[in-house]
Nanobody, 113 residues
């Protein structure tokens, strides 16, 4: 089992920044890929950024150049800059281990003036 705890969400103005940490516990030695997903009202959950055990990263086109994912086991962080209203969503941390996918409880990010 892997437990994930996110923090760092909140209300920010357009153009602002937020950092989302996610701390993993449990069988952390078995974790391979980790990442951040988001789900806006009425939309499907989508991948925002992912990072492998070796540090390779991938990003959704909509966040490239604005968001940065980093990993320092057992934590990952998502640095979000130049935030836009369309980034408003619940953000979920994800980890994969031993063929299973684990999720955090989610943290709300609202970008509004």
């Amino acid at each position: 089992q892997v437990q994930l705890v996110e923090s760092g969400g909140g209300l920010v103005q357009p153009g602002g920044s937020l950092r989302l940490p996610c701390a993993a516990s449990g069988i952390i030695f078995a974790i391979s890929d980790m990442g951040w997903y988001r789900q806006a009202p009425g939309k499907q959950r989508e991948l925002v950024a992912g990072i492998s055990r070796g540090g390779s990263t991938n990003y959704a086109d909509s966040v490239k150049g604005r968001f940065t994912i980093s990993r320092d086991n057992p934590m990952i962080r998502l640095q979000m800059n130049s935030l836009r209203p369309e980034d408003t969503a619940v953000y979920y941390c994800n980890a994969r281990a031993l063929g299973n996918s684990y999720w955090g409880q989610g943290t709300q990010v609202t970008v509004s003036s």
